[in-house]
């Protein structure tokens, strides 16, 4: 059954945030459904469903982040929206959804990134295990929530340089993805 995915935002986000989180997720999940007409073999019609509604829906734990800058005003670390938001998608009964939500950070966090960066997170591996869940990683990486440049698609360098930053594992995943879903950033328009 489809999820009303904008009832579920409105749950957790008013004003300035609910236009945030829903401008960001229509983008991202713009550029995912876009990598699902490119790449091979071609998503079910019950795959592109829940890609659309996951790509919605993966950010909905910075309700719960201190991020000033974007407007939230939440007690927890930036960092958690992730499992933040694993967690409000369990409680709304889309377990499937949550894992997006935990497995989006940056191209995924292994529990060794997690142990060498002290991160204040919990001890599992976060990494996107579904190709729905690759897609929305990947398309997520050209999105920033920033005032004023949400809808400023990034180059594939500057996502890379970013990246390069976190080791040459996550390039890899990232150049492996390019291959995979890079089709889609030639197909989708750039907004002006
Ligand atoms: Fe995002």
């Not at 490119?38 to 993966?58: D, K």
């Not at 734990?61 to 409000?88: K, T």
């Not at 499937?96 to 497995?103: P, S």
Request: contains cysteine; charged residues 25%; hydrophobic residues 40%.
């Amino acid at each position: 059954m489809p999820v009303d995915c904008s009832s579920i935002l409105g749950r957790y986000f008013d004003g300035a945030g609910f236009n945030l989180i829903t401008v960001h997720g229509r983008l991202v999940a713009d550029l995912a459904l876009h990598i699902c007409d490119c790449t091979t073999p071609v998503p079910s019609a019950e795959e592109r469903r829940f890609i659309e509604e996951a790509a919605l829906l993966h950010d909905i734990g910075i309700c719960r982040v201190n991020a000033p800058d974007i407007g939230m005003h939440g007690e927890h670390p930036y960092l958690m929206h992730g499992v933040i938001g694993r967690g409000i998608l369990e409680e709304e009964g889309l377990p499937k959804h949550a894992l997006v939500c935990e497995r989006h950070i940056g191209v995924g966090l292994t529990v060794t990134d997690i142990d060498m960066g002290g991160l204040p997170l919990p001890r599992r591996d976060m990494t996107p295990q579904s190709r729905a869940e690759e897609i929305i990683c990947f398309a997520d990486l050209f999105y920033s929530k920033s005032p004023g440049k949400l809808e400023l698609r990034k180059h594939p360098d500057k996502v890379r340089r970013k990246l390069a930053a976190f080791g040459p594992d996550k390039l890899q995943i990232f150049d492996i993805w390019m291959k995979q879903f890079g089709c889609a950033l030639l197909a989708a328009p750039v907004p002006e």
